[in-house]
């Protein structure tokens, strides 16, 4: 990792507001040096973003400071997106995604499109709190090859069961792949999804080797 995708990480990280103020520039900084925007995305912002995310999980930080962060997040992903959608990037499949319902979380769901939509998959983007319906609806009108499921609460990860059953029920043979940060690899065997994925670069991953395209 360069300084600078460490200072990127260690600001977001500290939930200092005066230091996570200055991502942005140091975002910019990264991109100036010439870095793969990929890279500022997975080894910057997603590391400091999962280690607030440990952090909030077991009480050290709170919605406040976890809120600072998303702000620095977002305005950082809006300087990334149109480096990492720019270009000749063939099609490689249709992904749809959404924070499920009951839910209102979305900055990893946010994250993985970007990364997703850098790799080449075209991303149909739901949002938060998508009933359940809606994701077998959109997948039917657009021919989506895969669904990927986001949820932040324990409250809610049980909406990826019903999600998953009603794909069943349908006939739908759409891949499935789950998200967020109480969800576990044990978890997304236990109810049926075809993949787990950790963090925005381990998504990518998935999805190739699940629609074959290594």
Do not use: W
Not at 133 to 153: C, H, M, P, Q
């Amino acid at each position: 990792m360069t300084d600078v995708l460490k200072e990127i990480v260690d600001k977001l990280d500290s939930c200092d507001p005066q230091k996570i103020s200055e991502v942005l520039v140091d975002v910019k900084k990264a991109i100036a040096h010439g870095l793969d925007p990929n890279r500022i995305l997975e080894d910057g912002l997603l590391k400091g973003l999962i280690r607030v995310g440990e952090k909030f999980k077991v009480g050290e930080v709170f919605i406040p400071e976890v809120l600072v962060v998303a702000r620095a997040v977002h305005g950082s992903m809006d300087i990334m997106r149109p480096l990492i959608a720019q270009g000749d990037i063939k099609h490689r499949g249709r992904i749809v995604l959404g924070t499920v319902e009951g839910d209102l979380h979305d900055i990893g769901k946010k994250l993985v499109g970007i990364m997703l939509e850098g790799a080449g998959y075209e991303i149909i983007d739901l949002g938060v709190n998508v009933p359940t319906k809606r994701f077998v609806e959109t997948v039917k009108e657009n021919k989506a090859e895969v669904v990927g499921l986001s949820a932040l609460l324990t409250t809610t990860m049980n909406e990826m069961k019903t999600v998953i059953e009603l794909f069943k029920s349908e006939g739908l043979n759409t891949k499935i792949i789950v998200g967020g940060a109480p969800i576990t690899r044990e978890f997304a065997e236990t109810i049926g999804a075809d993949a787990y994925a950790a963090n925005a670069g381990e998504a990518i991953e998935k999805v190739t080797e699940l629609l074959g395209n290594m």
